[in-house]
T-cell receptor, first 114, second 111 residues
């Protein structure tokens, strides 16, 4: 199994630009999570899906952030417009046993907004 | 807050020594998990301990849970340089609530 796949691995963009992060969960996993990690705030859950349905998006910081999961094998996290304070590492994780159990993390996307 | 808090924030030991990291939390939990993160990588699940368990082992890892004190410890025995990483505890509250991660302990094992 290839594990959770994220793209791009690194993204550098200018303030105001749209950023789209992509995630392919492990096949057969029915829960998908988007996290943001910074030194100051640690690892924060942004949103998670069960069976492609968004369950909790209370961690999404602002309306500039949106996430979709059109099918079981693909999800996107979009930031529009991006701001320098969005600079962070964004992780996608998936689980076969639900939101309270073992999660498998992707390698992350390091986003830098200048 | 349900969020676990790890202690210490950073730990430096010699190869071969044991490393102990602690996690405290504030609300009732369904289970507690420990994850490892190597620099520049995603988190990797190490072990899960349920609220009705007190101790669990996996290889060189030993996890304890004291629900009366709302605390857990992770012991890595006979540490190796490859154990150098950040270690996070994550708590799952009652019901189907998602994991909440602490800020981690940075472990450095010096060869």
């Amino acid at each position: 199994d290839a594990g959770v796949i994220q793209s791009p691995r690194h993204e550098v963009t200018e303030m105001g630009q749209e950023v789209t992060l992509r995630c392919k969960p492990i096949s057969g996993h029915n829960s998908l999570f988007w996290y943001r990690q910074t030194m100051m705030r640690g690892l924060e859950l942004l949103i998670y899906f069960n069976n492609n349905v968004p369950i909790d998006d209370s961690g999404m910081p602002e309306d500039r952030f949106s996430a979709k999961m059109p099918n079981a094998s693909f999800s996107t996290l979009k930031i529009q417009p991006s701001e320098p304070r969005d600079s962070a590492v964004y992780f996608c994780a998936s689980s076969s046993t639900g939101e309270a159990y073992e999660q498998y993390f992707g390698p992350g996307t390091r986003l830098t907004v200048t | 807050s349900q969020q676990g808090e790890e202690d210490p924030q950073a730990l430096s030991i010699q190869e071969g020594e044991n490393a102990t990291m602690n996690c405290s939390y504030k609300t009732s939990i369904n289970n507690l998990q420990w994850y490892r993160q190597n620099s520049g990588r995603g988190l990797v699940h190490l072990i899960l301990i349920r609220s009705n368990e007190r101790e669990k082992h996996s290889g060189r890892l030993r996890v304890t849970l004291d629900t009366s004190k709302k605390s857990s410890s992770l012991l890595i025995t006979a540490s190796r340089a490859a154990d150098t990483a950040s270690y996070f505890c994550a708590t799952a509250g009652s019901g189907n609530t998602p994991l909440v991660f602490g800020k981690g302990t940075r472990l450095s094992v010096i060869a």
